[in-house]
C-alpha cells in the first residue's frame, strides 16, 4: 500500500539556517504530494503541494520539488524564522484514493 | 468563516466506556473526513462521509462508526473504548477536489 517515510526529527535549528526535511513515499500509481503544517495548538494547515513530476511547490519560502525518479518531496526553506517552530508532515493521496496518507512528522524548533 | 470546528476539544473517558466527537465542516464543503493521530505519529484516515454514507474507510475496527448529517456535519462513534484510542482526533472537510482543511482536533484521554 501507500507510504510516506520522513526524516526523523526532532529537529533544531538557530533562526536564518537552511531548513531540509527529507521524504520518500512508496505508491502504486501517481500520487500528488503535500506537505502540512501543524503549529502548537493547531490543526494541520496545507503548507504546499505538487501534483505531477517534476512540479515545484511553494508558499512562505518553502519549496519542495516532486521527484518521480527518486520517490522524493523534500522540504526546503533557505531563511528560517522561530515563527516555523511546528510539525511538519509529508503526505501523499493517490489519484483513486479519497484519504490522505502521512508520515510522521517532523518536529522543528528554531532558535532566535 | 469559522473553517473546520471540532467538539469538545478535549475529552476523558473510562475503558469500556463509548464517545461521539463531532465536526462541522468549513462552509461550503460537503465531504468529511476523520483521522485518528497518536502521540507522536502522524494521522491515520479512519473513513470519509460523503451525502451521508460512508464513502472510504481505512484499517480500523467496528468499534469505528460514524454518521453524516444533511447540513454536512459529522459525527464519530467509538464504542467500547480501550486505552489506545487516546490520540487526537482530526476532521477534515473538502468539496470536490480542493484543498482539505483540519480542525484542531478532539484530544481524547482513555483511562
Known amino acids: 500500500g501507500d507510504s510516506v517515510t520522513q526524516m526523523e526529527g526532532p529537529v533544531t535549528l538557530s533562526e536564518e539556517a537552511f531548513l531540509t526535511i527529507n521524504c520518500t513515499y512508496t505508491?502504486?500509481?501517481?500520487?500528488?504530494l503535500f506537505w502540512y503544517v501543524q503549529y502548537p495548538g493547531e490543526g494541520l494547515q496545507l503548507l504546499l503541494k505538487?501534483?505531477?513530476?517534476?512540479d515545484k511547490g511553494s508558499n512562505k519560502g518553502f519549496e519542495a520539488t516532486y521527484r518521480k525518479e527518486t520517490t522524493s518531496f523534500h522540504l526546503e526553506k533557505g531563511s528560517v524564522q522561530v515563527s516555523d517552530s511546528a510539525v511538519y508532515f509529508c503526505?501523499?493521496?493517490?489519484?483513486?484514493?479519497?484519504?490522505?496518507?502521512f508520515g510522521a512528522g517532523t518536529t522543528v524548533t528554531v532558535r532566535a | 468563516d469559522a473553517g473546520v470546528t471540532q467538539s469538545p476539544t478535549h475529552l476523558i473517558k473510562t475503558r469500556g466506556q463509548q464517545v461521539t466527537l463531532r465536526c462541522s465542516p468549513k462552509?461550503?464543503?460537503?465531504?468529511v473526513s476523520w483521522y485518528q493521530q497518536a502521540l507522536g505519529q502522524g494521522p491515520q484516515f479512519i473513513f470519509q462521509?460523503?451525502?451521508?454514507?460512508?464513502?472510504q474507510r481505512g484499517n480500523f475496527p467496528d468499534r469505528f462508526s460514524g454518521h453524516q448529517f444533511p447540513n454536512y456535519s459529522s459525527e464519530l462513534n467509538v464504542n467500547a473504548l480501550l486505552l489506545g484510542d487516546s490520540a487526537l482526533y482530526l476532521c477534515?472537510?473538502?468539496?470536490?477536489?480542493?484543498?482539505?482543511?483540519f480542525g484542531q482536533g478532539t484530544r481524547l484521554t482513555v483511562v
Open positions: 477534515a472537510s473538502t468539496f470536490g477536489d480542493t484543498e482539505a482543511f
Open positions: 505508491a502504486t500509481g501517481y500520487p500528488s
Open positions: 505538487a501534483t505531477k513530476a517534476d
Open positions: 503526505a501523499l493521496s493517490e489519484w483513486n484514493d479519497y484519504k490522505l496518507s
Open positions: 462552509s461550503g464543503h460537503d465531504t
Open positions: 462521509y460523503y451525502e451521508e454514507e460512508e464513502r
